[in-house]
């Protein structure tokens, strides 16, 4: 099993930062991908962004440029810094690991931009 906490989301204005980190805690070995993903009000839930074991990473096309994800292997942590935000990045953000074939998700942090 492994554990997911979340922290960092909020109350932003448009055009403002906000990071988003997930712990990993548990049977943390042979992960394959660490990212987030996001739920708006009525939608599917969607990836913003993923890095793999082998370094590799992928975005939304609507989040390119404004935000990186990096992982830090030593912490077991993957953050996300996000900038430049629009309203229509508000949703409730999920942190997701895939460890061989299993997917776990984090509880979900709530992300707000408005004025």
């Known amino acids: 099993q492994v554990q997911l906490v979340e922290s960092g989301g909020g109350l932003v204005q448009p055009g403002g930062s906000l990071r988003l980190s997930c712990a990993a805690s548990?049977?943390?070995?042979?992960?394959?991908?660490m990212g987030w993903y996001r739920q708006a009000p009525g939608k599917e839930r969607e990836l913003v962004a993923v890095?793999?074991?082998?370094?590799?990473?992928d975005y939304a096309d609507s989040v390119k440029g404004r935000f990186t994800i990096s992982r830090d292997r030593a912490k077991n942590t993957v953050d996300l810094q996000m900038n430049s935000l629009k309203p229509e990045d508000t949703a409730v953000y999920y942190c997701y690991v895939r460890r061989i074939v299993t997917d776990y998700w984090g509880q979900g942090t709530q992300v707000t931009v408005s004025s």
């Open positions: 890095t793999t074991s082998g370094g590799s990473t």
């Open positions: 548990g049977s943390i070995f042979r992960i394959n991908a």
